[in-house]
């Protein structure tokens, strides 16, 4: 069974500074990755993906993530927060012939200091 | 372009009663997903659907939840006998083919159970 780990429930940077907000998935075959946006009372928003294409993956808001097979990693980045970024992040995965159902972190609160 | 529709947005009712959510997917999608959100916590996956079909209930509650997708209209999530342990968010997804794109998400229906 596949799962993710977020570290840190709650992540706190002034804007301008770098974001890194963590997620390391366990998966036994190779895995499809995915990052979310959740704004207050609203869905969830897809960031990016990685399905086995490149390693470094763009998304949209200047946002990127790196999969890194070795450390079994996903970490999101963002050079430069603004305030618009204050947001809750969900990191999942989903694998194999059942790619259909995809399993999430328990997510990331995002807070940007002004 | 109409996304993911789910209604209604907030839904209470009294312990004991049944709770009926809907929702539509994007148009094109044919794979509906079904999530929890309780406070302060994940999604936890609870059915994956295709037109009249249940692909994956492993995360459903044994009993008072069942789902449905039927030929025409919404995917349907009923909850019978509610209890206040169901209150929670619930939120729809959809995809073209199996996620490996990625989901879009509904707003969520909040259910409160009083």
């Known amino acids: 069974a596949q799962s993710v780990t977020q570290l840190g429930s709650h992540v706190s940077v002034s804007e301008g500074a770098l974001v890194l907000l963590r997620c390391n998935y366990s998966s036994s075959v190779p895995p499809y990755l995915f990052w979310y946006v959740q704004y207050p009372n609203q869905g969830l928003q897809l960031l990016l993906k990685?399905?086995?294409?490149?390693?470094l993956v763009k998304g949209i808001n200047g946002f990127e993530a790196e999969f890194k097979k070795s450390e079994t990693s996903f970490h999101l980045t963002k050079p430069s927060a603004h305030m618009s970024d204050a947001a809750e992040y969900f990191c999942?995965?989903?694998?194999?012939?059942?790619?259909?159902?995809?399993?999430f972190g328990d997510g990331t609160t995002l807070t940007v200091k002004p | 372009n109409a996304g993911v529709m789910q209604n209604p947005r907030h839904l209470v009712r009294r312990r004991g009663q049944e709770a009926r959510l809907r929702c539509s997917p994007m148009?094109?999608?044919?794979?509906v997903y079904w999530y929890r959100q309780l406070p302060e916590e994940g999604l936890k996956f609870m059915v994956y659907l295709q037109k009249e079909n249940i692909i994956d209930e492993s995360g459903m509650p044994k009993e008072r939840f069942s789902a449905e997708f039927p030929k025409e209209g919404p995917s349907i999530l009923r909850i019978q006998q509610v209890v206040r342990g169901d209150s929670a968010a619930y939120f729809c997804?959809?995809?073209?083919?199996?996620?490996?794109?990625?989901?879009?998400f509904g707003s969520g229906t909040r259910l409160t159970v009083v």
């Open positions: 148009k094109g999608h044919s794979h």
């Open positions: 990685y399905t086995s294409a490149a390693t």
């Open positions: 997804a959809s995809s073209p083919v199996a996620a490996i794109e990625g989901y879009t």
């Open positions: 999942a995965v989903s694998v194999g012939t059942n790619a259909g159902k995809s399993t």
